[in-house]
């Protein structure tokens, strides 16, 4: 239990022809895998998250939550790209004997989902319970489940999308020009990027949450401080970011997110490569979601046959997927209790 790592001593062909010499995978598990292997919890993480779940995710993954390691065998994997351990640009490329940095090849949702199957094996998992992803990660599940149909279940797809929107894109391309404008970044060295970075997070940030949360939020800080607080508030999630993420990584990650279109050299539209989904779904939506507007989980839960759609009300925007786990519970419960053998339910639905 605890952190891992999967070394893959051979050649890694990304889907645009580019090859990694060999690639790392980091990974978190917790509990223990039971006699038939049939409590597997796969976690897909977000943009900057890494493979601890319970650390970022608690209130749904912890030992008292739905997701617990007493009952559950949990697996979740740092995404391609990352600097959290699985391969990156903070990486040496084997190569030159250098940190690929800047010059780290460009990487798609498709490439991670494949690093995730290549784990699975590894691991020797044939069937996994429940993958579950948010955001990025929601991408990602996606894309597992239909290039390896049979490999879950069940599927609980919560904030995401079936291919990313130009709204989406345009946040992310301002992001990025933010970091470039940076004169380290050309640089190519370890914090390359990071005055650029604490601007990119400011962005972000106004795109995961809202009018509303910046109103409400900053409602009592702003009696206390006055008009700076808003303002105070992004200079502080900026800095905090720098200080646990990289520029570098934060450039490749978010681009692979603007490739993300399942329908890509794949299928006639969306709802064809959707249909090819088999598991049991769940879709989730924020209702504040001004990134990931519910339309695009509607889109997804339409497309997929018998899939389930829910909602979460939150004052938090994109980031209530983190927020309100009592409301997420409570409609990862009910889709258990609609869809799984009574066999299955025992720990799954219990309060």
């Given at each position: ?72 065998f949990i697996i979740c994997a740092n995404n391609l790209g990352s600097c959290y351990g699985t391969t990156g640009p903070l990486s040496i490329n084997s190569e030159t004997g250098k940190p690929w940095y800047g010059t780290f090849p460009t990487i798609t949702i498709r490439d991670m989902a494949n690093t995730l199957e290549l784990l699975k ?231």
């Amino acid at each position: 239990m605890g952190k891992e790592l999967f070394k893959y001593e051979q050649p890694f062909t990304l889907e645009n022809g580019a090859v990694l010499p060999e690639i790392d995978i980091a990974y978190h598990t917790y509990g223990r895998l039971n006699a038939d292997k049939s409590n597997v919890i796969w976690v897909c993480h977000a943009l900057t998250a890494n493979s601890d779940v319970l650390d970022w995710w608690a209130g749904l993954f912890g030992d008292n939550d739905l997701f617990n390691p007493e009952d559950h065998f949990i697996i979740c994997a740092n995404n391609l790209g990352s600097c959290y351990g699985t391969t990156g640009p903070l990486s040496i490329n084997s190569e030159t004997g250098k940190p690929w940095y800047g010059t780290f090849p460009t990487i798609t949702i498709r490439d991670m989902a494949n690093t995730l199957e290549l784990l699975k094996k590894e691991l020797n998992i044939e069937t996994i319970h429940t993958v579950i992803g948010s955001s990025q990660g929601g991408q990602i599940a996606q894309e597992w489940a239909i290039m390896f149909p049979g490999i879950t279940n069940n599927l609980i797809l919560i904030a995401t999308n079936c291919v990313h929107s130009s709204w989406g894109i345009a946040f992310n391309e301002s992001q990025r020009m933010a970091i470039k404008a940076d004169p380290s970044y050309g640089e190519n060295t370890e914090d390359g990027g990071a005055a650029g970075l604490q601007v990119a997070r400011s962005i972000a940030l106004l795109s995961y949450r809202n009018y509303k949360t910046y109103d409400v939020s900053q409602r009592e800080r702003r009696k206390k401080t006055g008009y700076k607080a808003a303002a105070d508030y992004q200079q502080y999630q900026g800095e905090k970011l720098v200080k646990r993420f990289n520029a570098y990584s934060y450039v490749r990650l978010s681009e692979a997110m603007d490739s993300h279109d399942l329908c890509r050299n794949r299928c006639k539209n969306h709802e064809a490569g959707l249909h090819k989904i088999k598991a049991n779904t769940l879709v989730i939506g924020v209702t504040s979601d001004i990134l990931f507007p519910i339309a695009e989980q509607k889109r997804i839960a339409d497309s997929i046959q018998h899939a389930h759609f829910g909602t979460i009300d939150s004052l938090y925007g994109h980031d209530g997927f983190l927020i309100e786990y009592e409301q997420l519970s409570k409609l990862i419960r009910e889709f258990y209790s609609k869809t799984q053998s009574n066999k299955n339910l025992i720990s799954l639905i219990k309060a």
